[in-house]
């Protein structure tokens, strides 16, 4: 078992380029997080899903759109980036039935110039 | 709106020696709480959490964690740190119906000393 995959690990982009992050799961799980982590703030949420075919907005959702076609894929897109985007970016996923466990991936490191 | 604070950004303890990480939230009721542990290039791992109930928590690792209503306080302690045991920690509040939209303390670095 895999658990929750990253996918690229690293990246460097220039200003206005566009990219994707793939977040993938083996886990089953129905709920999935994209969060990013900058120094001194901890973790904000981008988006979530609660299952497949559904997104939401979390805190800080602007210039990041999200889709879940498929139950175990979890994609975040930057669409024109900026440098304000620099940042870590964990993806997470969470079962039902009450746990409240995130199992997290081992982050994306994304550069802006 | 919930919030969390982790008054400490860095902690440096001697191997052996007892450990507090202290956090403090923000919220209108009682709401979930959790400890979360990164170590250097690694994703987060759940150490423990409180819902209801018994105040003193225990999770993994050795580390408890007691949860007081009147402080709005849930501290981490550990009685004897281990070299292992240097990452950075993170606190985190979730309402009871706000299902896994976590909110996260800005974290707290340990540094162990051998």
């Known amino acids: 078992n895999a658990g929750v995959t990253q996918t690229p690990k690293f990246r460097v982009l220039k200003t206005g380029q566009s990219m994707t992050l793939l977040c993938a799961q083996d886990?089953?799980?129905?709920?999935m997080y994209w969060y990013r982590q900058d120094p001194g703030m901890g973790l904000r949420l981008i988006h979530y899903?609660?299952?497949?075919?559904?997104?939401a907005k979390g805190e800080v959702p602007d210039g990041y759109n999200v889709s879940r076609l498929k139950k175990q894929n979890f994609l975040l897109g930057l669409e024109s980036a900026a440098p304000s985007q620099t940042s870590v970016y964990f993806c997470?996923?969470?079962?039902?039935?009450?746990?409240?466990?995130?199992?997290f991936g081992p982050g994306t490191r994304l550069t802006v110039l | 709106a919930q919030s969390v604070t982790q008054p400490d950004i860095h902690i440096t303890v001697s191997e052996g020696a007892s450990l507090e990480l202290r956090c403090n939230y923000s919220?209108?009721?009682?709401?979930?709480l959790f400890w979360y542990v990164q170590s250097p290039g690694q994703g987060l791992q759940l150490l423990l959490k409180?819902?209801?109930?018994?105040?003193l928590v225990q999770g993994i690792k050795g580390f408890e964690a007691e949860f007081k209503r009147s402080q709005s306080s849930f501290n981490l302690r550990k009685p004897s740190v281990h070299w292992s045991d240097a990452a950075e920690y993170f606190c985190?509040?979730?309402?009871?119906?706000?299902?896994?939209?976590?909110?996260f303390g800005q974290g707290t670095i340990l540094t162990v000393h051998p």
């Open positions: 919220y209108g009721a009682t709401p979930y």
């Open positions: 899903s609660v299952g497949e075919g559904t997104t």
């Open positions: 997470a996923t969470e079962g039902l039935a009450g746990v409240r466990e995130q199992f």
């Open positions: 409180y819902f209801s109930g018994d105040t």
């Open positions: 886990m089953n799980h129905e709920y």
């Open positions: 985190a509040v979730e309402g009871p119906t706000s299902y896994g939209k976590l909110t």
